[in-house]
């Protein structure tokens, strides 16, 4: 009877064991389910919102197409088209410049015109519209805003040199580049100013990064080690390539072989691994000196251990 019960306890066992994995597994795959769907869901809403802005758009278009010039000044498209310059809102631009192609021409209260303005406030896709606007390409660009400033001049006042700055540059007259602001300032003068204290940040940076690559040890006693064993290193190494030249470039005269050739070698040799022992001991020392000085000593023990096998 018991040989009977046990194995179907155990089976049983199994089964609820079995049972609680798949639990488990269907729990983490509905899971997975819920977050999918719920992304998808976002993107279907962002997607209804997006549909329902560009129909509210185009009922705006439509109203302003009626629109006189006084009445367009009264309900605020002027201020509206140049808040959406700013907030890079090439759509609303775009629309509304299309039910009244006039509105390209309207300026802001310091006198910068569409283009203009979206080169000051950093916008490159609604610059980018001038592309497709032919011959009004060059008035667009032209002209200057209440302070005497060419569009250079606000290019010039960019955070950074950007692709902006230097499609500006591509497409106006190259006279620009000397014309004088009211402060008398040349686009290029006005760029430096703005940008001294990236120069700073800029030399900053560079020296910080200098100085993170090559360690600064001059202040440490082990640093001045490291000086002297890196040039006993340097010296032994080119006393020993001189001996081996002298052995490769000698008369092999049989009186030779007695004293003089022996004893090149064995100078170059000794200077050869006398080198290799400073350049290691020092670079040890240096990197160890900060609480490990102990473990230098066994292991430039350990570093003669070739040396003596060979002798």
Known sequence: MTGVVLPLAVETIFCEEGLRGSNKLLDIFFRILDQFLLGMKQIHQRKLMNNRAIEVLKVLRDEVSTLKDQQ???????????????????????????????LLWVRNANGESIIKAAVVHRQEKIFNLIHG???????????????????????????????LDREVERIVNPKY???????????????????????????????????????????????????????????SATTAVLMFLYILTSRYAEGRFLEILPKRLIIGLASLFFSIASAFGATLYLTLSHGLEWVAIPLSLLAAVPVSLYA
């Open 72 to 102: 367009l000044v009264k309900a605020g498209v002027h201020s509206a088209i140049f808040v959406a310059v700013e907030n890079g809102l090439i759509e609303f631009v775009v629309e509304i410049i299309k039910s009244h192609p006039l």
């Open 177 to 235: 580049l000397e014309e004088k602001n009211d402060d008398g300032k040349v686009p290029r003068t006005l760029f430096t100013e703005e940008h001294k204290h990236l120069v700073k940040e800029g030399e900053k940076w560079m020296k910080d990064t200098a100085a993170a690559c090559i360690p600064v040890f001059y202040r440490h006693k082990a640093f001045m080690g490291f000086i002297i064993s890196d040039t006993l290193s340097l010296y």
């Open 133 to 163: 606007m032919g011959g009004q390409k060059t008035r667009l660009v032209g002209g200057r805003d209440k302070f005497g400033n060419n569009i250079l001049h606000l290019a010039a006042r960019l955070a950074t040199a950007s692709q």
